[in-house]
């Protein structure tokens, strides 16, 4: 029978559920396409679908295993047998503290372990009801789940320098890189889908364990995806590269993919085609002082329209027409890289702009970002409050103004010289790894919403357990629907919150490229898919951070990497276990003394 005096305490902790649900998706969903946005082969709005797609399977279709160990193995809840409510308050405590800590964490810019989060917030709630807390070495105990932070970045880092080591010496740093890598290309893209569809079918509802799906079907089951993404990539991926980066047909988009051999013809049958407007942007160019602000880009283009004034006056940068030549006009550039240092530009030619911004509205070749309040609210400003064209406004700022914010430029000059210290590689090479970048994404989303699924899901399980059974139980069931709405809210929290840490993830470390986003976010996700397979709660920010890193040491230049950034994130994972347990504890403490208990 159900503890219906308890509906209150219920009602809590399912809006807590929601709140740290909503926290750990702002927070952790970023390190899933933090890379991607950063290397420019994603937007943000489309991040956003993606996160929400992603997230939502890996936690209803992945994440029932791993709840186990956070509810039942941190702390002893057979201390609260006889007294199930006081169970239930404790978890509704833990879920508040944890909700609470992430949401300040994620808008102070702190990409924290949501792990470590609610590990600590049941540590505190654990310590204020006087019940063991799981410090010895066991399966999920809070000394097993500690060393995991620690030898989980170092995994990570290992498989994403392995990884981009290998993308490096063998491709990127060849004189021939670009036909060395569309050889290679579709070898790559059938390994990341290989990895995908095993971890996919082991992670499955029901799904055999290794042991018992034996040596022999494993393999087969590699191969046979491996088999099968190969193909596809020759079949539809390596016509579009030819056509889009060899016969420079501009006008081939993603959505052109399926019409594979045809795009080899003369006059290939495209629908939608796209504009004549480049092949491949500069995966490389410079977005130092691009976030400054309005006034600050309105002197900027007074200087250059001075500028041009100066150099029309001696004849420099024109042709005899009087129009500007290419090489001073900011494009996107086929081949090679660009040298960008501060404001200024370098071309290929060796031409110099004076200005990151052109007179067309772009940036380095990249369309100069608009913020929301730019784009929703100041085109309907002058019109009477409750006009339904301003009301569409308010409303189109509220539901996209997450997914419209800049996380790509930056104003720090300490940031772009470690930016310029990183290695530049062919923009065609980059280009083609995008796609695999994309895939590697997917899989690490998914490896986020399967394992940290749980960080929200545990305690409420445990409290819901214990209300519909009227008594303190070890073991439970996590019901369906709850993972359903845990999803939701996964893709929610990063739709309109996620910002924040894309913005301290990004390029904030180092040099990002869809290479290099490939091999970290790849490395990440194998790191957190094992884990989960094994039952064992890591942090996919610790992963994550740990594979950027790995993937910058292969710089070989110290001088590659924003060391004050790391050390700025690592504050926020010390401050997050005695920030979380003290929140909740203190909850507790002052539960357990009020007058009714």
């Known amino acids: 029978m159900a503890l219906v005096r308890y509906d209150w305490i219920l009602a809590l902790i399912t809006i807590a559920f929601c709140g740290s649900s909503f926290g750990n998706g702002a927070n952790d969903v970023a390190n899933s396409y933090a890379t991607s946005v950063a290397a420019r082969t994603l937007k943000l709005w489309e991040v956003g679908i993606l996160a929400c797609i992603t997230e939502f399977v890996g936690a209803v279709a992945l994440g029932k295993r791993v709840t186990g160990t956070i509810k039942n193995d941190v702390i002893d809840i057979s201390r609260f047998e006889g007294s199930p409510g006081v169970l239930m308050l404790a978890m509704g405590c833990a879920e508040f503290g944890s909700a609470f800590w992430l949401l300040t964490a994620t808008r102070l810019g702190f990409p924290v372990s949501t792990t470590q989060t609610v590990v600590g917030a049941l540590v505190g709630v654990g310590i204020a009801s006087q019940a063991d807390v799981m410090w010895k070495w066991a399966d999920g105990s809070v000394s097993q789940v500690a060393a995991s932070w620690a030898v989980a970045p170092c995994l990570a880092a290992a498989f994403s320098a392995i990884l981009f080591g290998t993308l490096k010496f063998a ?11 569309m050889k290679a290309i579709p070898i790559y893209l059938a390994f990341t889908g290989s990895v995908l569809a095993l971890f996919i079918t082991i992670e499955a509802p029901g799904a055999p364990d290794l042991d018992d799906l034996g040596p022999g079907k494993i393999v087969g089951i590699v191969l046979g995806a491996f088999a099968g993404c190969l193909l596809i990539a020759y079949v539809f991926f390596v016509p579009y590269f030819k056509r889009r980066l060899v016969m420079k047909d501009t006008r081939v988009r993603a959505w052109h993919i399926p019409l594979g051999p045809l795009l080899l013809r003369e006059n290939p049958p495209l629908y939608f085609p796209g504009k004549r407007d480049g092949v491949v942007i500069d995966y490389y160019a410079s977005t130092h002082s691009a976030s400054e602000s309005s006034i600050a880009r309105e002197k900027e283009k007074e200087k250059e329209k001075e500028g041009h004034e100066a150099t029309a006056k001696n004849g420099a940068d024109k042709n005899p027409e009087g129009t500007l030549t290419d090489e ?18 370098v071309t290929n030619s060796g031409t110099k702009m004076a200005s990151v911004e052109d007179l067309s509205g772009t940036v380095m070749g990249i369309p100069a970002h608009r913020g929301p309040r730019e784009r929703f609210l100041k085109p309907v400003s002058h019109l009477p409050l409750f006009h339904h064209r301003r009301l569409f406004g308010y409303l189109k700022f509220f539901f996209l103004h997450g997914v419209s914010k800049d996380c790509v430029s930056h104003s720090d000059a300490m940031l772009e010289a470690v930016h310029l210290a990183a290695k530049k590689y062919d923009n065609r090479v980059e280009h083609l790894w995008t796609y695999a ?25 445990a409290a819901y357990s214990t209300y519909v059974n009227s008594e303190v139980s070890t073991k439970s069931d996590t019901p369906v629907w709850i993972l359903v709405v845990a999803g939701i809210m996964l893709g929610a929290g990063f739709w309109f919150f996620g910002y924040h840490i894309i913005r301290s ?32 709660p890591v942090s996919t920010t610790q992963c994550l951070t740990g594979a950027v890193l790995g993937v910058a040491l292969m710089n070989l230049d110290f001088k590659a990497i924003n060391w004050k950034q790391l050390l700025f ?29």
């Open 171 to 181: 491709i990127l740093e060849r004189k021939n890189s670009f036909q060395a890598a």
């Open 328 to 345: 001073a006009t900011p494009r996107v550039l086929e081949e090679g890289t660009a040298t960008t240092t501060g404001a200024d530009h």
């Open 437 to 461: 970048q994309v895939a590697s994404a997917i899989m690490m989303s998914i490896a986020h919403g399967s394992n940290d699924v749980a960080n929200a899901v545990g305690p409420w399980s």
């Open 505 to 536: 993830l990004g390029n904030k470390i180092t040099q990002m490229s869809p290479t290099r986003g490939y091999a970290a976010e790849l490395g990440a996700a194998i790191t957190v898919l094992l884990a989960s397979r094994l039952g064992l």
């Open 569 to 597: 994130i690592f504050c926020g994972w010390v401050l997050t276990l005695p920030s979380a347990g003290l929140i909740s504890g203190l909850l507790m403490v002052m539960a357990l003394n009020a007058p009714h208990f």
